[in-house]
């Protein structure tokens, strides 16, 4: 029963902003690596960004870097990226993922959300 659920996602013009949430059930969300991937057409998933168990570590792509936000509500159990000067080739499936910090070999993927930046 474990469930990663994304929400947030749409569509926004070029320069837009957009918060993507994803809550976690069925894991103790504490002990886990929490990671924002994409995919975009006719491309493989990437790492969007990164955060450590308690919040004291990230790691973005370089392509994000200065405009994405990762942070993390553990007592929520929810891990957030919040998207700034949203560019077209942001345009992408943003998939949610959460890797047990302890036991790498256990992780699970959320569904996705669609994130299209157009005018």
């Known amino acids: 029963q474990v469930q990663l659920v994304e929400s947030g996602g749409g569509l926004v013009q070029p320069g837009g902003s957009l918060r993507l949430s994803c809550a976690a059930s069925g894991i103790t969300f504490s002990n886990h690596v929490m990671s924002w991937y994409r995919q975009a057409p006719g491309k493989e998933r990437g790492l969007v960004a990164r955060?450590?168990?308690?919040?004291?570590?990230?790691n973005y792509a370089d392509s994000v870097k200065g405009r994405f936000t990762i942070s993390r509500d553990n007592a929520k159990n929810t891990v957030y990226l919040q998207m700034n000067s949203l560019k077209p080739e942001d345009t992408a499936v943003y998939y949610c993922?959460?890797?047990?910090?302890?036991?790498?070999?256990?992780?699970?993927w959320g569904q996705g959300t669609q994130v299209t930046v157009s005018s």
């Open positions: 955060i450590s168990i308690l919040g004291g570590n990230i």
């Open positions: 993922n959460a890797q047990n910090g302890i036991l790498s070999r256990n992780y699970y």
